[in-house]
């Protein structure tokens, strides 16, 4: 049954030895719930809200089932990790943290080389790296950092300063804690991290800290991702988190982007080169990008302009391509730009494939997409970037294609025994399993996940998660009030779940809110979850 593994550690991550263990103090600090007493108002830091739910730094299975598209017939698969993706999870926030490291990497890494911005480039010389600086609030205003609408106050001041900088953009990263040489407490001081592109001028500083009061400070210049990448973790590892009421909607997060960087201004996409997959990916932006709407006309792509580019170690000494192109369908931007999607087979007479090197490009499409009237003339410009994500770490590795989560189905009893052989065999590092054959599963897409999402446990057996976090170690530590917070959303989570096992479907914000403030759900340790058995 089991013909082959292949070994796969593909990465484009590279670290110094200092950077990386310079994160990974805070890191570990935060896995002990080292700060847990230090904390004030609804501010914490990652790590510290929950232990995790039941799934978490468990298994997904995933797997290629296109056996019409394998030579033999076979089918592909690999284990990975489970992960929730929130910062406040004990098991899962290192993983969350290198998740959005990377992609705000990414975006800075390309924003710092983009020439056709409305102001960008406006300056002769403008020096194109990224600056990591630091602003904070005088002691005096320390306090407002405690509540939302105080840090909303902090906010605005925060924008007037960015502006008297005159840096063109960036990511903004909230720190409301200072550390003691030996990370052994942290105190309250707030203030905010940026990596943003431009120049600070010491005359603008020192008006600022005289008008304002505010400090800013620069730390250190770079132009490469691999620099950018190592910041960002860094910087997250002891970022702010907001606790809220379970009952409200509304959030906060611990970063934003910001003038020509932020969202409504600057489109990040991402699709995968090596894979087939990249091609749909591809022609789903130019379906969404063919029209827009604008004051609720619709006005179609005249022009898309656009500069193809590999950044190596520099972002200075990037090299791009230009193109342009008029009145083009999707389709056909799909086929022209296809180009630089590339198909890899990974061949399985390698056992132990080598790693993608630290030479590796950083490669995205910059482009200036133009919308016209009816008469041709330009209405409105939009800037958008395509990433060639070179990551094949989840590829089939003959048909290229991105490997699915799937579950069991209805079928999977008359073929337990032979996913258990599977499942023993597998590496727990994700490498790559090829397989005579695979039954009894089905695509996680099509699955009905109302009573949970299913996961795998280490000794293979399968079972559901409930959504219901489990409480920190460390949950008497806390600040009475920021402790209630986190019993009463954990006791919501239980009301939700024990709700859609009883009814069938999700209960409504009125039931939930009556629930809540007639009964205070006792959360219940031992939770009784649904298997595939």
Known sequence: MIQRCITEDYT??????????????????????????????????????????????EWQFKACLNHDRHVDGCSYCRKTEFHCNSIDCNTCFEHTIRR?????????????????????????????????????????????????????????????????LGVDGGVTIAHPYRFTDDLKSAYFSPHYHQIVTGWIDGDIVKRIHEEYGWVVKQISNFDSDKQCYNVVKYLLS???????????????????????????????ESVLKYSEDGYDQLNKIFQKKITKTIKGKDYGLRFIISDYYQIVESIKNSIGSFEQYENKTADELTKIYGKYITPKQQDLSVIDNPAITQSEPFEFIQMRLDYADSRGDIVQSEYLNVILNRNLKNLCPECTLNMRTIVPNSSFRYHKEDFEIIWNALDKDGKTMKVDSLHGFEDLSITNTMKGMPYVKTDG????????????????????????????????????YHYKMDNGHSISKEDLSDSVNACYATVNPNQKIGDFS
Request: proline share 3%; charged share 35%; hydrophobic share 30%.
């Open 12 to 57: 484009s991550v590279y670290e110094s030895l200092e950077e990386f263990e310079e994160s990974n103090l805070y890191i570990k600090r935060m896995k002990e719930m080292a700060f847990s007493v230090d904390f004030v108002g609804d501010v914490m830091l990652p790590a510290h809200a929950y232990k995790g739910k039941k799934s978490c730094g």
């Open 100 to 164: 959005q490291a990377r992609a705000i990497s990414d975006r800075l890494t390309s924003f710092a080389n983009l020439k056709k911005n409305r102001k960008i480039y406006m300056e002769e010389n403008r020096v194109r790296i990224l600056l990591h600086n630091t602003i904070s609030p005088p002691d005096f205003e320390h306090y407002k950092f405690k509540t939302k609408d105080g840090r909303k106050e902090l906010k605005k001041t925060l924008r007037k300063i960015e502006k008297l």
């Open 238 to 268: 002891h970022e702010a988190s907001y606790q809220k009421d379970p009952l409200s909607r509304s959030s906060e997060q611990s970063y934003s982007w910001f003038g020509e960087c932020q969202n409504r201004k600057f489109k990040v």
């Open 461 to 496: 057996s399968w079972e559901v998660d409930t959504g219901v976090y489990d409480l920190p170690e460390k949950l008497d530590y806390l600040p009475s009030q920021m402790r209630r917070t986190i019993e009463k959303t954990v006791a919501v989570q239980q009301i939700k």
